[in-house]
């Protein structure tokens, strides 16, 4: 008999999983919590838009408020890693015992130099790995120079401007070969032999099982995501539907995961057997727009009836909410949503514009600036400031004292 959750029951497993359903720690957040709270994501996605704080540092910070950054830097940047760059979601990290899986079944074709004549490729990958063989880990400038290669820049997908050189480093880094040992100040790639990278590790797909490596993905996004569906466990990390779909059945046959009903839903979903189903979800946390838990906007819709758009790529005219519009959770409902923008000119953190949820309680504000101040602080601004879009926006801007 399929066992049957209510939507309530739903949520609280979905947050508990990745580690949204309590309060954070009261004391100061160290090195292991940071690693616990990685290993219980997963992935954290990477994104360069930093208008209020590069993406990968923001779901530490929904999970366990003013933590230092360094930590992650560390963590991808020291030997041994705890987690590593690679295709996954997007570009992401992540745990480097993933990344012979995800070689695997990863697929990005245009992001390289697939469409490179084979004998410049070629020639110039065999150049690329020897100079990366017998020096420091360089950005994709730093190894254009040292091959003194000069060529007119190219115009390819999504409008980036990359040399023959940069798509060269980047079909390695696709092929497994070369790795990000770490990132400059200004967010660019340090390329390494990924064999530096992580030494003593076995890199390369060789001998590896496809089904094997496809159980270990969703198993692990299962684990991530608590509570879902076989799009939402191959959208994880990005893997074939009909490959997760089977390496789901895998795992039901082995007892790792649990068909369920969901009131509401029309269709069987997948409960990891594993999974907390808390009494209560007492956290509150502002989600990055590209935070796990609002990876999948199906789901998102129908757990928490949230609809929910990223409006970074629409024009300004057309954006309903805002350019970098954050969802706010309290306890086990998204609220409101606001749209950040760290002014690091003026020290501020500033509210461009705030809107409740319908049927959001009667604390939101309240719960709200309180998020808000601790953003603040962690990001070392010294106000919060509320401009006046948004119906949420004066209550908040009352509770902040700017109003």
Known sequence: MVESLSLSEARRIALAAQGLDKGRPTGPVTARAVGRTFARLQVVQIDSVNVLARSHYLPFFSRLGNYDRSILHTMASRNPRRMMEYWAHEASFIQPSLFPDLLLWQRRAWVGAHSLDPVLREDMEERILAVLANGRPMTA???????????????????????????????????????????????ERKYALTASVLPNRLVGPGSFDADAAMDRLIEAAAQAHGIGSVRCFADYFRTPVRAAAESVRRLEEAGKLQPVRVAGWNRIVYRNVGSRLPRAAVGRALLSPFDSLVFERRRLEELFGFHYRIEIYTPAAKRRFGYYVLPFLLRENIVARVDLKADRGRRSLLVRAAYGEPNAPADTAVELAGELRLMAEWLELDDVKVMPDGDLAAALAAQLGTS
């Open 141 to 187: 400038a730093e190894v254009k120079a040292e091959l003194g290669h000069e060529e007119e820049l190219l115009h390819v997908n999504w409008g980036w401007n990359w040399n023959a050189v940069k798509r060269v480093l980047e079909h390695l880094f696709e092929q497994g070969l070369v790795s990000a040992a770490s990132r400059t100040a200004q967010f």
